[in-house]
C-alpha cells in the first residue's frame, strides 16, 4: 500500500496519499463521490488555476497578500499550468454542488505546491493555506462561474476554427460543382432542377450563419462575476478587488474580459452558458441535415440516388465485400446527437438555480465542455475526411435533371398548369421525357422544346425574365 499523511479539516482527520499534492477536503470528495470515473475537462481546471493566479498578484498588489506567498502561488499555478504536477485534479465530474470539491481541489493543489517551494511539506498549509491564501477574497461561489466562462471560451475557439474550414470547404466543392445540373427534389420527389454547386453553397450559406450565431452566444461569455464573492456582496474582498481582478484575467488569457453590472445575477444565472449551449444545439441540428442529405446523394452506388462520391477512407462491412459506407457523416450524426442531448442536461441544470446560487455548475461544465470539443473535432474529421475529398457523378445528375417530369414547370406559363400536369403525368406513365411528350402532342416544335426545357438555364430564373 502507498505511504499516507493524516491531515485535518473541520470534520477531523483522513489519510491523504503521501505522494498527492490535494489535501484532505479533496480526498473526501474522492471517497464521497466514486461515481463515473470521469473528469471535468482539463480546460476548467485550467481557467480555475488562471484565476488563481490572477487573484495572488491582486491580492498582493491589493496589500491583502504578502510577496513571498503570492510568488510561492503564482509559481504553483505556473507549474501547474505547465504539467509539472501530472494529474492532481482527481474528483469526479459528479460531485458536491456548485463545484466546491472541484475548487477546494485546486486550492489544496496549489497550496502543497506553494508551500513545497518554500520548504514546508505537503500537507502543512503554512506558509501557504489552501482557504486563507490561495482563496483570499474568492469564493466558489464566484470562482466556479467565473472559470466556467473562461473555459467555455477556450473550447469555443477551435470550434470556430473548425466551422470556418467546413464553410471554406464546402464553398470550395460549390464553385467545383457549379456547372454540374440536377434534378432538385422536394418531399423526396422530382422537382424543377437545381445546381449541385447551388445545392452545396447552401449548406455552407447555413454553417456560416451558425457560426456567426456561436460567435454572438460566446460574446456573452466575456462578462464575469468574479468578485461577487460568496452570495454576490463581495464579502472578505480587498477594495478594488472586482475591477481588478478582471483586467489581470483579461492580460493572462489575452482577451477583453468586464465585470458584470450585476454581479447578484452573474452568480445566479448561468444564462450566457445557455445560449452557447443553444447555439451548439442548433448547429448540430444543421449538421445533421446536411449529413443526411449528404448520404442520401451518395447512396448507392447503383441503386440509390449516385449524384456525389464520397471518399472511401474505410470498408464499408464485416461480410460484403467490396463495400464502403458513408462513415463520416455517421460518425458526425452520432456526436450531434450526444451535443443534442448534453443541451438538454444544461438547460435542467441552468433552470435548477435557487436563490443566490446555481448548484447545478459542475453538471452544466461537464454537459457544455465536452459538446465543444467533441464537435470541434467531429467537424475536422468530417472536413478533412469527406466533405475536402467530394467528387459528382455529372452524368448521373444530368440524366436525373433530364428525365425529371418537372421540367414541365417551365411550360406552365404557356402551356397553362392543367394542360401542363397531363403532360407530366403521360411523361411518368409512359416513362418518357417532357420533351418526348410536347413534341408528340404537338404542342410544341422540337427546337422550342428543347430551348425551353434546357435544365441549366431553368436554374437561372433571373436571366430568363
Not at 491564501?133 to 477551435?158: C, K
Not at 464553410?167 to 432538385?184: H, I, P, Q, T, Y
Not at 456567426?212 to 468574479?226: F, P, Q, S
Not at 456582496?233 to 489581470?248: D, E, F, H, I, K
Amino acid at each position: 500500500m502507498s505511504k499516507t499523511r493524516i491531515e485535518r479539516d473541520a470534520l477531523g482527520e483522513l489519510p491523504v496519499p503521501d505522494d498527492a499534492y490535494h489535501g484532505v477536503q479533496t480526498q473526501r470528495a474522492v471517497e464521497n463521490f466514486p461515481i463515473s470515473g470521469q473528469r471535468l475537462r482539463p480546460s476548467l481546471d485550467v481557467a480555475l488555476v488562471q484565476v488563481k493566479r490572477a487573484a495572488a498578484r491582486v491580492n498582493q498588489a491589493l496589500g491583502a497578500l504578502d510577496a513571498a506567498r503570492a510568488d510561492a502561488i503564482v509559481q504553483a499555478c505556473d507549474d501547474v499550468l505547465a504539467g509539472r504536477l501530472g494529474a492532481p485534479f482527481v474528483v469526479d465530474a459528479f460531485q458536491a454542488g456548485a463545484g466546491t470539491s472541484q475548487h477546494m481541489n485546486v486550492n489544496e493543489v496549489l497550496a502543497n505546491r506553494a508551500n513545497e517551494l518554500l520548504g514546508a511539506p505537503r500537507g502543512s498549509y503554512s506558509p501557504v493555506h489552501p482557504n486563507d491564501h490561495v482563496n483570499l477574497g474568492q469564493s466558489t461561489n464566484d470562482v466556479f462561474p467565473t472559470a466556467l466562462r473562461l473555459a467555455a471560451r477556450a473550447e469555443l475557439l477551435p470550434l470556430q476554427v473548425a466551422l470556418q474550414g467546413l464553410v471554406a470547404a464546402l464553398r470550395e466543392r460549390a464553385r467545383a460543382f457549379d456547372g454540374v445540373v440536377k434534378s432538385g427534389r422536394t418531399h423526396l420527389a422530382d422537382a424543377a432542377p437545381v445546381r449541385l454547386g447551388q445545392e452545396v453553397g447552401a449548406w455552407a450559406s447555413a454553417l456560416a450563419h451558425h457560426g456567426a450565431r456561436l460567435t454572438l452566444a460566446g460574446e456573452g461569455l466575456r462578462v464575469l462575476g468574479i468578485g461577487g464573492s460568496a452570495v454576490g456582496t463581495g464579502l472578505n474582498c480587498p477594495p478594488g478587488y472586482r475591477q481588478a481582478m478582471v483586467r489581470a484575467l483579461s492580460e493572462l488569457v489575452g482577451a477583453e474580459l468586464s465585470a458584470a453590472d450585476d454581479p447578484f445575477e452573474a452568480m445566479q444565472s448561468l444564462a450566457p452558458l445557455v445560449a452557447l449551449s443553444g447555439a451548439l444545439r442548433n448547429l448540430a441540428l444543421e449538421l445533421i441535415r446536411i449529413g443526411n442529405d449528404l448520404r442520401l446523394l451518395s447512396s448507392g452506388p447503383l441503386t440509390g440516388l449516385g449524384e456525389l462520391v464520397l471518399p472511401a477512407v474505410q470498408p464499408g462491412s464485416s461480410i460484403m465485400p467490396g463495400k464502403v459506407n458513408p462513415v463520416m457523416a455517421e460518425m458526425l450524426a452520432m456526436v450531434c446527437f450526444d451535443v443534442i442531448g448534453r443541451d438538454a442536461t444544461v438547460a435542467l441544470a441552468a433552470q435548477a438555480g435557487q436563490l443566490e446560487l446555481n448548484v447545478m455548475m459542475p453538471a452544466v461544465a461537464h454537459a457544455l465542455l465536452p459538446a465543444l470539443s467533441q464537435l470541434a473535432a467531429a467537424v475536422t474529421a468530417f472536413t478533412q475526411r469527406c466533405v475536402v475529398g467530394l467528387q459528382a457523378d455529372a452524368s448521373r445528375c444530368a440524366r436525373y435533371a433530364h428525365q425529371s417530369p418537372q421540367l414541365v414547370t417551365a411550360l406552365a406559363p404557356r402551356l397553362g398548369y392543367a394542360q401542363s400536369a397531363e403532360i407530366a403525368k403521360q411523361a411518368v406513365a409512359e416513362r418518357r421525357t417532357i420533351r418526348e411528350v410536347v413534341v408528340e402532342r404537338g404542342l410544341l416544335s422540337d427546337d422550342e422544346a428543347a430551348a425551353l426545357l434546357d435544365p441549366r438555364p431553368l436554374t437561372e430564373p433571373e436571366t430568363r425574365r
